[in-house]
Every structure is written in structure tokens, then in C-alpha cells.
């Protein structure tokens, strides 16, 4: 099992950037693969990115694709989330999430994950 906690939300003007940092605590971090998600008020959770266990894989959804980055540290169990260029529709609680290793690639269904953190609020200003 892993617990996710995040932080870096905040509140940004458009055009800004701001980056999230997800710590994880459990055993074998490494084994998980990890992804954020979003979402704003009166919309479904959406998926924004997801990284393989050792990094070497990345998937984007097209709404951040070019802005967004993923990244992790299995060092120190810690996901990342870059976020450049954001515009007000970027504005949505952020959600980290866990799904163990498998050879299913890319996972991006808010069922295909396991574990979830509290969520932090990221609010872009116009």
C-alpha cells in the first residue's frame, strides 16, 4: 500500500508556472506507476499525465501536452508535476495517484488507479 500526499498548489497568473511535488510513503515506490489528475468544479476528474515506474515512459493529455511535465525521483518517492503556461482553464484541484506495475501502457481512467492523494488547489488567474 502507499500513501500520496501533495503540495505546490497555489494561486498563479495566467502565462505563469507552478510545480507540484507528490511524496509517497510505503514500500517500493519504484513499483508504482504514477499519475496526476484534475479537477474543476462541476466537471468529472480528468487525467493530465501519467509516468512509468522508472520514468522512462510519459503520457500527456493533449489540453497540456508541450506545457506540462512529469518526472519522478524514486530516490527520494517523489512525483512531479512542471506546469508552464498556465491558463485559467488549467484552474481544478490536482490529484496525485498510484497504480501498481503492470504491462497495461498507458493507464489513464481514474479507475486504473489504486491510491489517491488529498489533492491541492492550483488556481490561474486571468
Known amino acids: 500500500q502507499v500513501q500520496l500526499v501533495e503540495s505546490g498548489g497555489g494561486l498563479v497568473q495566467a502565462g505563469g508556472s507552478l510545480r507540484l511535488s507528490c511524496a509517497a510513503s510505503g514500500r517500493a515506490f519504484n513499483n508504482y506507476v504514477m499519475g496526476w489528475f484534475r479537477q474543476a468544479p462541476g466537471k468529472e476528474r480528468e487525467i493530465v499525465g501519467a509516468i512509468t515506474w522508472g520514468g522512462a515512459r510519459t503520457y500527456y493529455a493533449d489540453s497540456v501536452k508541450g506545457r506540462f511535465t512529469i518526472s519522478r525521483d524514486n530516490a527520494k518517492n517523489t512525483v512531479y508535476l512542471q506546469m508552464n503556461s498556465l491558463k485559467p482553464e488549467d484552474t481544478a484541484i490536482y490529484y496525485c495517484?498510484?497504480?501498481?506495475?503492470?504491462?497495461?501502457?498507458?493507464?489513464?481512467?481514474?479507475?486504473?488507479?489504486?491510491?489517491w492523494g488529498q489533492g491541492t488547489q492550483v488556481t490561474v488567474s486571468s
Open positions: 495517484a498510484a497504480r501498481q506495475r503492470d504491462n497495461t501502457w498507458p493507464t489513464t481512467s481514474v479507475g486504473d488507479f489504486s491510491y
